[in-house]
């Protein structure tokens, strides 16, 4: 006995068996998912609806991702409006604060107080 007509008797040698194309493997598919939709669940609830409403919960979550990013939009422009407010009011008092030293500085009374001393 030799080892082809071993692995012919196993169904190892001879012709090719049958490979399914891509298009028989998508028309399985579909068929098989038209039939799971045509089916209903241990509750008896139609598939066709649970498959509706799956979709109905996918489509709320995204549109509520959307606007999230809105609001986190708005709220980044805001923080960086009250940002630049902030450094404003900084920048005004250190400015006040530089005018009052140089009024000093310049003023008689700062130099009367310097011959004093």
């Keep these: 006995m030799d080892f082809y007509s071993v692995g012919k008797s196993l169904g190892l040698m001879g012709a090719p068996s049958y490979q399914p194309t891509f298009m028989d493997r998508l028309k399985s598919a579909s068929n098989s998912a038209l039939n799971w939709l045509g089916g209903s669940d241990k509750a008896g609830t139609p598939n066709i609806l649970s498959a509706l409403g ?5 489509y709320d979550g995204y ?13 980044k422009e805001a923080f960086d409006f009250n ?5 404003r009011q900084i920048d005004r008092e250190n400015r006040a604060n530089q005018n009052l030293i140089n009024a000093w500085n310049a003023s008689n009374f700062q ?3 310097e011959e004093e001393q």
């Design 83 to 87: 940002k630049m407010l902030s450094k």
């Design 63 to 75: 549109q509520k991702q959307k606007i999230a990013n809105k609001a986190l939009k708005y709220q």
């Design 54 to 58: 799956t979709a109905g919960a996918i």
């Design 111 to 113: 130099k009367s107080r």
